[in-house]
């Protein structure tokens, strides 16, 4: 495993300038802070957001508020409201994004994770 050494810090995420990852629909708005291999986010996805790929990357996504389904490429589709979150490995479960009314999430990927 990995060590990432962060001191104590406070994170005002309004004043994190958001980056722009458009959808398939809809447009996906990151603020993202780095800690060696560990990236922390504030994911915001606007109404009507559709992931334009499957994701094989490892996270741990918590919901803060909104609806997200998360469909998994067997055809499962997971419907997540605030306080749910999912934990997931790199290349062990293809699974992207969709909410139809947006969502903000808080999101970890990192090396723990397999990143």
């Known amino acids: 495993m990995i060590a990432v050494t962060i001191p104590f810090q406070l994170t005002d995420w309004g004043s994190i300038p958001a980056t722009e990852h ?4 809809g447009m996906a708005y990151w603020r993202t802070l780095e800690f060696g291999t560990l990236r922390v986010r504030m994911v915001e ?11 094989q990357k490892g996270h741990i996504l918590y919901v803060i508020s909104g609806v997200l389904d998360t469909e998994l490429e067997n055809g499962e589709v997971f419907r997540m409201t605030p306080g749910m979150s999912y934990e997931v490995s790199d290349n062990l479960s293809s699974h992207r994004s969709h909410t139809e009314a ?3 999430l808080f999101v970890v990927d990192g090396a723990f994770l397999g990143t």
Do not use: S
């Open 22 to 25: 458009p959808g398939e629909t």
């Open 45 to 55: 996805y606007t109404p009507g957001y559709m992931a334009d790929h499957w994701c």
């Open 102 to 104: 947006g969502a903000i």
